[in-house]
């Protein structure tokens, strides 16, 4: 079956580094994402990356500081996350869509499966 599985989440100052990675398998992927919980928040969009890796999109509050791209493999993605803040505290969140077109896609509804999280924490 499908799964992602994210990891590299952790506790980090504020101005920091952390770089997450997600592992998947049991299909062909296509687009994939990273979207983010805070604690009493609604789930939001974080960054996109095509198919083929040469399109990517962020939120507004990431660009610029983040960063995401695919493994050589294409069933692996990461998001390098620089200068960190502490709203960027948060459960991240890898997910996949099944359309095969080379878009990016920021809309939770375009994903169809979607990993556990890992929990980023940054402290000021």
């Known amino acids: 079956q499908v799964q992602l599985v994210e990891s590299g989440g952790g506790l980090e100052q504020a101005g920091g580094s952390l770089r997450l990675s997600c592992a998947a398998s049991?299909?062909?992927?296509?687009?994939m994402g990273w979207f983010r919980q805070a604690p009493g928040k609604e789930r939001e969009f974080v960054a996109a990356?095509?198919?083929?890796?040469?399109?990517?999109y962020y939120a507004d509050s990431v660009k610029g500081r983040f960063t995401i791209s695919r493994g050589n493999a294409k069933n692996m993605v990461y998001l390098q996350m620089n200068s960190l803040k502490p709203e960027d505290t948060a459960v991240y969140y890898c997910a996949t869509t099944g359309s095969t077109n080379y878009g990016v896609y920021s809309r939770e509804s375009d994903y169809d499966y979607w990993g556990r999280g890992t929990q980023v924490t940054v402290s000021s």
């Open positions: 990356i095509s198919r083929s890796g040469g399109s990517t």
């Open positions: 049991g299909r062909t992927f296509y687009g």
